[in-house]
């Protein structure tokens, strides 16, 4: 099959197409011939050498965290499934033809959602409903801020804010103040003007999604034994703060994921889709996902 393999770290020129063995499928697992993949930070903060040295990460090695399909094959065990399935899932090595993986990580698509649209939701949308169902917890009419809240996780973890009936703050940057009010919430703060942070009101929680300055600015209206969730470790300073920190890594759902397929098709969930790419020219495509501000981008076979 033809893959989108990693050999070394460095700039987008260490990305190289090329043929690669087929993977098998085993027990309780299900093969997919690949529709499209979704390009996400995770995959260039890997290419760059950011997360060098953790034990899972040998190369060469196939990057890509979710795809969407046609189910070719299935395990001995897996009943959920069979071929010819439309399904979407959270992966390891989503940048190829073909793809192999437990039958836990995969949800079918709706009919109505076009299966190369579908590889934009699961590694994002479980990320941002996770961060506020499973770490940020709020409670029907808690204040909670969503930062990078017009990004694809930021946009999930409102979807799952409101669901729980929580008053939403939207916090981008200045230049987003305007784009964010389309989003629906109770409020929009811009992130990097100290003087609009501090009309905020007090905040039961925050769902962070970009770390850095932007949560550390705010951790001060943040009421004492209040929640910060993030998907990026823990904020410096929080704990000192007498804050509740929970910091994580999104784990596969299938069934959640399907429930996610069902919101986006009915237009629930919206999740923005920049380009699309076919898989020879992933070079071009991460080097454009890594620019700030940008929908998902998509490499389609």
Same mark, same amino acid.
């Given at each position: ?19 690669? &063995?087929?993977?098998? #499928? ?5 093969? =997919? ?7 996400? &930070?995770?995959?260039?903060? @890997? ?14 090695? @196939?990057?890509?965290?979710? /795809? ?22 959270? #992966? ?40 506020? *169902? ?23 973890? @409102? ?12 916090? #981008?940057? !200045?230049?987003?103040?305007? *784009? ?13 003007? &100290?003087?609009? /942070? ?11 999604? #970009? ?6 600015? =705010? ?14 470790? *823990? ?11 929970? !910091? ?9 994921? !399907? ?43």
């Amino acid at each position: 099959m033809k893959a989108v393999v990693l050999k070394g770290y460095g700039d987008v020129d260490v990305l190289a197409v090329q043929e690669m &063995p087929e993977p098998k #499928v085993g027990p309780g697992e299900v093969k =997919v011939r690949v529709t499209a993949a979704s390009i996400n &930070p995770v995959d260039w903060k @890997i290419r760059r050498g950011d997360m060098k040295g953790r034990a899972d990460l040998k190369l060469p090695l @196939i990057l890509g965290r979710d /795809v969407s399909g046609e189910v070719v094959e299935v395990g001995t065990g897996v009943e959920a499934f069979e071929p010819g399935d439309r399904v979407m899932g959270l #992966v390891n090595a989503g940048y190829a033809e073909t793809v192999v993986a437990p039958t836990e990580c995969w949800a079918k698509v709706p009919d109505n959602l076009d299966l190369k649209d579908a590889a934009a939701l699961p590694l994002v949308t479980l990320t941002g409903t996770q961060l506020i *169902e499973e770490h940020v917890r709020p409670s029907q009419g808690d204040t909670v801020l969503v930062t990078g809240a017009l990004g694809a996780v930021g946009r999930s973890a @409102i979807f799952a804010a409101r669901a729980r009936g929580a008053r939403i703050w939207a916090g #981008v940057r !200045s230049k987003q103040v305007e *784009e964010a009010r389309m989003l629906g919430v109770d409020g929009v703060v811009a992130l990097d003007d &100290p003087k609009d /942070v501090a009309r905020l009101p007090t905040l039961d929680a925050v769902a962070d999604t #970009v770390g850095g300055e932007a949560v550390a600015a =705010v951790l001060d209206k943040v009421k004492h034994g209040g929640t910060v969730g993030s998907v990026l470790g *823990e904020p410096k300073g929080a704990k000192e703060k007498g804050l509740v920190v929970r !910091s994580f890594m999104a784990h596969p759902d299938g069934h959640r994921l !399907s429930q996610l397929a069902e919101s986006a098709a009915k237009g629930d969930l919206v999740i923005p889709i920049s380009r699309t790419f076919k898989l020879d020219d992933a070079r071009e495509a991460q080097k454009l996902a890594e620019q700030s501000g940008v929908g998902k981008v998509l490499l389609v076979n």
